[in-house]
């Protein structure tokens, strides 16, 4: 076991390099599927368990440099008296990244970004009534800038590890104006036509 580990850790760390001139073109794209942790570690059915999953767009605009536009879903769960009440975030979201460190030939990044996001946050999927009360919080529209920190490593060619950390404010959230988002994802580059 710790042989097939030690393999597998050389493969990554240091089988990256003849591949790495693939990414991070000008004009080269790719689509990225993502989710993890929101506001922290809970179980489900423990009051204020959350997680959030995503779907994203990215364009590079240098080596650098790129844009994310993404279709965003923060969900989460509060308990009250033996029930869970939903709070549904979905936001469409748009991001600019700069490489902060890291090196494309040694196939890892660090960039930072910030953009603004802006959706729907449904609480108790609209409905204003649980176990006979009524809930204070009203679903509403909701906007705000975030801000992320975005971890790349390159598995091949074309494949890229995400890891990332997201705060979001959003301005007229009834529940919280502040989400905080952990979690990885699945970056493929998309065929282009460029020479690069």
Same mark, same amino acid.
């Given at each position: 076991?710790?042989?097939?580990?030690?393999?597998?850790?050389?493969?990554?760390?240091?089988?990256?390099?003849?591949? &790495?001139?693939?990414?991070?073109?000008?004009?080269?794209?790719?689509?990225?599927?993502?989710?993890?942790?929101? !506001? *922290?570690?809970?179980?489900?059915?423990?009051?204020?368990?959350?997680?959030?999953?995503?779907?994203?767009?990215?364009?590079?605009?240098?080596?650098?440099?790129?844009?994310?536009?993404?279709?965003?879903?923060?969900?989460?769960?509060?308990?009250? !008296?033996?029930?869970?009440?939903?709070?549904?975030?979905?936001? *469409?979201?748009? &991001?600019?990244?700069?490489?902060?460190?890291?090196?494309?030939? $040694?196939?890892?990044?660090?960039?930072?970004? *910030?953009?603004?996001?802006?959706?729907?946050?449904?609480?108790?999927? !609209?409905? $204003?009534?649980?176990?006979?009360?009524?809930?204070?919080?009203?679903?509403?529209?909701?906007?705000?800038?975030?801000?992320?920190?975005?971890?790349?490593?390159?598995?091949?060619?074309? &494949?890229?590890?995400?890891?990332?950390?997201?705060?979001?404010?959003?301005?007229?959230?009834?529940? &919280?104006?502040?989400?905080?988002?952990?979690?990885?994802?699945?970056?493929?580059?998309?065929?282009? !036509?460029?020479?690069?």
């Amino acid at each position: 076991m710790k042989t097939t580990l030690c393999l597998l850790f050389a493969l990554l760390t240091f089988g990256t390099g003849a591949v &790495t001139a693939q990414v991070h073109q000008a004009g080269q794209s790719a689509f990225e599927l993502s989710a993890g942790a929101l !506001d *922290g570690f809970k179980l489900p059915k423990q009051d204020n368990f959350g997680y959030f999953s995503a779907l994203a767009y990215s364009r590079y605009t240098s080596r650098d440099s790129y844009w994310k536009a993404s279709f965003h879903l923060n969900q989460k769960f509060y308990a009250y !008296d033996q029930k869970q009440v939903p709070v549904s975030q979905w936001l *469409g979201e748009a &991001t600019y990244f700069t490489r902060a460190l890291g090196l494309i030939n $040694r196939g890892w990044m660090l960039n930072i970004g *910030g953009g603004v996001a802006g959706g729907y946050e449904s609480v108790n999927q !609209d409905g $204003r009534v649980i176990e006979g009360a009524l809930i204070g919080n009203e679903s509403n529209w909701v906007v705000g800038p975030t801000l992320a920190v975005e971890w790349e490593y390159l598995l091949t060619g074309k &494949t890229i590890l995400t890891a990332r950390v997201q705060e979001y404010y959003l301005f007229r959230s009834s529940i &919280t104006p502040t989400r905080f988002n952990l979690g990885l994802g699945i970056k493929f580059i998309l065929p282009t !036509d460029s020479a690069n």
